[in-house]
T-cell receptor, first 114, second 112 residues
Framework: AQKVTQAQTEISVVEKEDVTLDCVYE???????LFWYKQPPSGELVFLIR??????QNEISGRYSWNFQKSTSSFNFTITASQVVDSAVYFC???????????FGAGTQVVVTP | GAGVSQSPSNKVTEKGKDVELRCDPI?????LYWYRQSLGQGLEFLIY????????KSGLPSDRFSAERTGGSVSTLTIQRTQQEDSAVYLC??????????FGPGTRLTVL
């Protein structure tokens, strides 16, 4: 069975602090995709990044960076120098190698205060 | 429009009534998904369509739920004899060959 665990329910930071969101997954598939989505207070899920299981290269995109470690089944996400607009629920998701359903984690609420 | 659209944005119904929720995917996307989001259950997969293949209905919670996709584009999710536990936000998503799913704004269903 597939499972995604986001152990952090809520993280509160002051603006300009860094925030790291943890994601641990379980799957029997040898090929799979991992995703991060953001859900701001408006409610719409916004796609942030996709990684396939063959690509362990970590990436930085602006203030966002991702750390994928297949050996520990983790796909962590960091926001550097957080801003109030980063306040949202962040979901980690696991998907199959072809089209199919995403298995979402429970989400982590990030609260950034000025 | 460029994104996934859903209608209505809000739906209030009485217990026992049937409801239909509509999803217009991104043009050219061959895969369409339905999820629902509720406080106690998080984001749950319901059903997905991919091209002309038989839909994956493995997430539908009961036979009161059904969905169809006409002409490989628009999809309708129907809930018959609604119950209070059906209250949730119903999310539609579509995807192309790149695998990431793009979500619509959702339909908030409230069953009184």
């Amino acid at each position: 069975a597939q499972k995604v665990t986001q152990a952090q329910t809520e993280i509160s930071v002051v603006e300009k602090e860094d925030v790291t969101l943890d994601c641990v997954y379980e799957t029997r598939d040898t090929t799979y995709y991992l995703f991060w989505y953001k859900q701001p207070p408006s409610g719409e899920l916004v796609f942030l990044i996709r990684r396939n299981s063959f690509d362990e290269q970590n990436e930085i995109s602006g203030r966002y960076s991702w750390n994928f470690q297949k050996s520990t089944s983790s796909f962590n996400f960091t926001i550097t120098a957080s801003q109030v607009v980063d306040s949202a629920v962040y979901f980690c998701a696991l998907g199959p190698p072809r089209w199919g359903k995403l298995q979402f984690g429970a989400g982590t609420q990030v609260v950034v205060t000025p | 429009g460029a994104g996934v659209s859903q209608s209505p944005s809000n739906k209030v119904t009485e217990k026992g009534k049937d409801v239909e929720l509509r999803c217009d995917p991104i043009s050219g996307h061959t895969a369409l998904y339905w999820y629902r989001q509720s406080l106690g259950q998080g984001l749950e997969f319901l059903i997905y369509f991919q091209g002309n293949s038989a839909p994956d209905k493995s997430g539908l919670p009961s036979d009161r739920f059904s969905a169809e996709r006409t002409g490989g584009s628009v999809s309708t999710l129907t809930i018959q004899r609604t119950q209070q536990e059906d209250s949730a936000v119903y999310l539609c998503a579509s995807s192309s060959t790149l695998r990431e799913q793009f979500f619509g704004p959702g339909t908030r269903l409230t069953v009184l």
